[in-house]
């Protein structure tokens, strides 16, 4: 199973279903992906706890907007098992006029397009975000 996509899934249905936090099983990975949603704004707080039987988790606490929709509209995977998207730095082009936001898995870490074109580094593409 991919897991970057069933993270992804579970933080858009947890929006949907007006929850707070969402709870996932912690990788390194996972909590890089969550961080550099919290730098973007789009979930409020990623953190590392111990859950049942010594198993560490990562909560991630979701954004509300005044009206009660969450943050996160909708999330599209781009690159996926099967087929790889790559993007260098001048390849880079605004997600969805500007209101949305491509992450990156970069050689310097995970960026989203932003941060990336700012550091003049590419990588493989792994979704956008709005």
Same mark, same amino acid.
């Given at each position: 199973?991919?897991?970057? #996509? ?10 949907? =279903? ?8 912690? #990788?390194?990975?996972?909590?890089? @992906? =969550?961080?550099?949603?919290? #730098? ?7 953190s ?21 929709? /969450?943050?996160? #509209? ?11 998207v790559?993007?260098?730095?001048k ?6 006029n ?8 970069? /050689?310097?870490? @995970?960026?989203?397009?932003?941060? =990336? ?7 493989e593409?792994?979704?956008? @975000?709005?």
């Open positions: 199973m991919d897991i970057l #996509s069933n993270m992804l899934i579970q933080i858009k249905n947890a929006g949907y =279903a007006s929850h707070n936090v969402v709870v996932l099983p912690y #990788s390194k990975f996972k909590h890089s @992906i =969550a961080t550099c949603l919290v #730098s973007a704004g789009y979930v409020k707080s990623a590392k706890k111990t859950g049942k039987g010594d198993k560490d988790v990562l909560e991630i606490e979701l954004i509300k907007q005044e009206n009660g929709t /969450p943050r996160i #509209s909708d999330i599209k995977r781009i690159s996926k098992s099967s087929v790889r790559y993007a260098g730095a390849d880079l082009r605004p997600t969805r500007g209101f949305g936001t491509k992450v990156l898995s970069t /050689p310097k870490g @995970i960026f989203v397009d932003k941060d =990336a074109k700012k550091e003049l580094v590419g990588g593409v792994l979704f956008e @975000i709005w």
